[in-house]
């Protein structure tokens, strides 16, 4: 799913394309991404896209007139740039923009349907959309501190919850706490002031260097290659990679559609976080700590 980083860089490359710009027309070609009824989603056609804005995960595309069209990419969706001229028809292309420079598609390479767009009349609606999570790059330590430690939660469940940060899911919130040298599940009332503040700067410095990252791979071009999983990270689908810090092997946790990965030696002391799933099934052969897991891949290849 598209976070920060990758939302950012599409705002920019949007803004560049498509504000003050007329959008022509306004294709759907999926009768369920469009989640609204009033006001009708062929009343953009015509109207001019004054500005851009990020709420949390979503992108919100400003038409004159109050409208505001709120798109959640979720976890498949993705845009599109193309020069003027006819739409593409595939199947995975779920609207078309039509500007007079240009198509902007909607996209969502998976069969299940989750992205949406809503149509919205007025900042009261539009407000709706915001579930009230901290903007990290602008929160002072004093605020994040606040929020972080709000309710009792796992560091991990804490940064992805919408509610309590803005725009960080399962893939940065693996690069953060690597970055930070935090488990990812040591709840949030037994960190220590230091801890919360090493996260704080973790949490900045890792956005911030991946939006400049990002940046700069997509220069002037329109993102094509948005991705959850990139080469260069740490140990976000790392697993069993060396960890670029200590060249130990990155390890996870399989949970639901997602997974949490981690540095052992880095973060949790050399102990492995219980995978649900497996140690639930190996019982007391599961590994306690990563000496045991590397003993017992050793033992395996020696067999």
């Known amino acids: 799913m598209p976070e920060f980083p990758d939302l950012t860089v599409y705002l920019d490359a949007l803004a560049a394309r498509i504000v003050g710009r007329t959008l022509t027309s306004l294709s759907v070609r999926s009768p369920f991404v469009v989640r609204t009824v009033q006001p009708p989603i062929d009343s953009l056609a015509g109207k001019t896209i004054t500005g851009l804005r990020r709420i949390g995960k979503q992108i919100v595309l400003e038409f004159d007139g109050e409208l505001f069209l709120v798109i959640h990419l979720m976890i498949a969706g993705r845009f599109q740039w193309k020069d003027a001229g006819p739409a593409p028809r595939t199947k995975i292309v779920l609207a078309t923009f039509e500007f007079p420079n240009g198509l902007l598609l909607l996209t969502e390479a998976s069969t299940r349907k989750r992205a949406s767009m ?32 709000r309710e009792n939660h796992t560091v991990k469940r804490s940064l992805t919850d919408p509610t309590l940060f803005s725009g960080i899911g399962n893939a940065y919130s693996d690069e953060i706490l690597h970055a930070a040298k935090l488990s990812p599940l040591k709840l949030t009332s037994r960190l220590e002031p230091e801890e919360i503040a090493r996260l704080w700067t973790s949490a900045r410095d890792t956005l911030a260097t991946w939006t400049d990252r990002l940046r700069r791979e997509a220069r002037d071009k329109f993102p094509a290659k948005v991705t959850a999983f990139h080469p260069e990270m740490a140990v976000h689908g790392k697993f069993a990679k060396p960890c670029p810090v200590c060249g130990k092997p990155v390890q996870h946790i399989v949970y639901a559609d997602n997974e949490c990965n981690y540095c052992a030696t880095c973060q949790t002391d050399g102990k492995l976080l219980a995978d649900r799933g497996m140690s639930r099934l190996l019982k007391r052969d599961w590994p306690r700590s990563l000496d045991e897991w590397e003993a017992h891949l050793e033992a395996r290849r020696l067999r």
Request: glycine fraction near 10%; aromatic fraction near 6%; hydrophobic fraction near 50%.
């Open 118 to 149: 809503h149509l919205v009349a007025g900042k009261a609606a539009l407000a709706e959309f915001n579930r009230g999570g901290l903007e990290v790059m602008t929160a002072t330590l004093e605020q994040f501190t606040e929020v972080l430690t």
